[in-house]
Each structure stands twice: as C-alpha cells, then as structure tokens.
C-alpha cells in the first residue's frame, strides 16, 4: 500500500524568523498521477523502474534519483532536468 509523502520545513533564513515550506517531490508527481486520471499502481508500471525504489520515492523516504527523473521524464513528459531539481 502507499503512504503518501508529507511535506517537510526547510528554514530559509534563521536571522529574520522565515521559513520557507518545501515539499517532498514525491507529492508534486502525486498531484499529476492524479491529474492524468491514472491509478498509482498503474503510474509505477509505466515508470518501469524498481517498485522498491519507487514505493520508497513516493513515500518520501528517498530523494529523486537519475533513474526516478529520466523515467519521469519519459512518463509525464518535462526534460531530465526539470526533474533534477528536485534533487
């Protein structure tokens, strides 16, 4: 089963007090799985990558990886490195 990825604080700048919240990539490719009306297990099949390491990406417990972002690429359609800015 999935578990959905929660989004994490990264402090922008601790001298003034503000804190930028950033989210896990994982929730953005969450957002467009959704969008094109696919489910998540039929997502990961068209991924062709270990289901391991997407499982683990989708949850949250892995950063975006070479062979996560060129089978994003391939699936959903931006360029690699649209998606390696998320690493």
């Known amino acids: 089963?999935?578990?959905?990825?929660?989004?994490?604080?990264?402090?922008?700048?601790?001298?003034?007090?503000i804190t930028k919240i950033r989210e896990h990539p994982s929730l953005h490719v969450l957002r467009l799985i959704e969008a094109k009306g696919l489910s998540r297990e039929r997502f990961k099949e068209l991924m062709n990558i270990?289901?391991?390491?997407?499982?683990?990406?989708?949850?949250?417990?892995?950063?975006?990886?070479?062979?996560?972002?060129?089978?994003?690429s391939r699936v959903i359609g931006n360029d690699l490195k649209f998606w390696m800015r998320y690493k």
């Open 50 to 72: 270990d289901p391991l390491e997407f499982d683990e990406f989708m949850a949250a417990n892995s950063q975006m990886t070479p062979d996560i972002a060129a089978a994003l």
């Open 1 to 17: 089963e999935f578990r959905t990825a929660k989004p994490f604080e990264e402090r922008q700048n601790t001298s003034s007090k």
